[in-house]
């Protein structure tokens, strides 16, 4: 690896977070207080030509904003579900999941993924490219610890 560099184009000049890439490696989720007076965090994608193509500006998940924090988000490698922590529900973060039919629709409404959501924090959600596993960090017994869930 090489020194990094700062990616102009995906950073807001605020607190931007990255997420996970998508469609082999042409998208990206990534969640940032960029341009959100209440600092809260909202959720943005981007997307490039080639993996050689600088990202374009980070346009703002509209269907998925909230005024609470979103963060943590992760894509399917199809780009067609994604999965965050979120405290839309007043507790948390907690987990979080939308899905969409194609890549030019819209995310339908976030839903909780009950199964997997404790009173505590579950956050830093990763999905396994089979869509089988799940990882998050999780503080259910005490101290924030790495957890699989899988169907």
């Given at each position: 690896m090489g020194t990094p560099e700062i990616v102009d184009a995906l950073n807001s000049g605020l607190n931007d977070q990255p997420g996970g890439l998508a469609v082999s490696g042409s998208i990206m989720i990534l969640s940032s207080t960029s341009d959100n007076?209440?600092?809260?965090?909202?959720?943005?994608?981007?997307?490039?030509?080639?993996?050689t193509s600088p990202f374009a500006m980070p346009q703002?998940?509209?269907?998925?904003v909230t005024p609470v924090d979103d963060t943590g988000p992760t894509l399917s490698p199809d780009g067609l579900v994604i999965v965050f922590d979120s405290k839309r529900?007043?507790?948390?973060?907690?987990?979080?999941?939308?899905?969409?039919?194609?890549?030019g629709s819209s995310f339908d409404e976030a839903r909780p993924?009950?199964?997997?959501?404790?009173?505590?924090?579950?956050?830093?959600?990763?999905?396994?490219?089979?869509?089988k596993h799940l990882y998050?960090?999780?503080d259910r017994e005490g101290s924030s610890r790495i957890y699989e869930a899988s169907r």
């Open positions: 007076p209440d600092y809260d965090f909202d959720l943005f994608t981007t997307a490039r030509s080639s993996d703002r998940v509209e269907e998925l529900n007043g507790v948390g973060p907690v987990l979080f999941y939308a899905t969409r039919p194609d890549l993924i009950a199964e997997l959501n404790t009173p505590g924090i579950e956050a830093d959600p990763w999905i396994s490219p089979d869509l998050c960090a999780s």
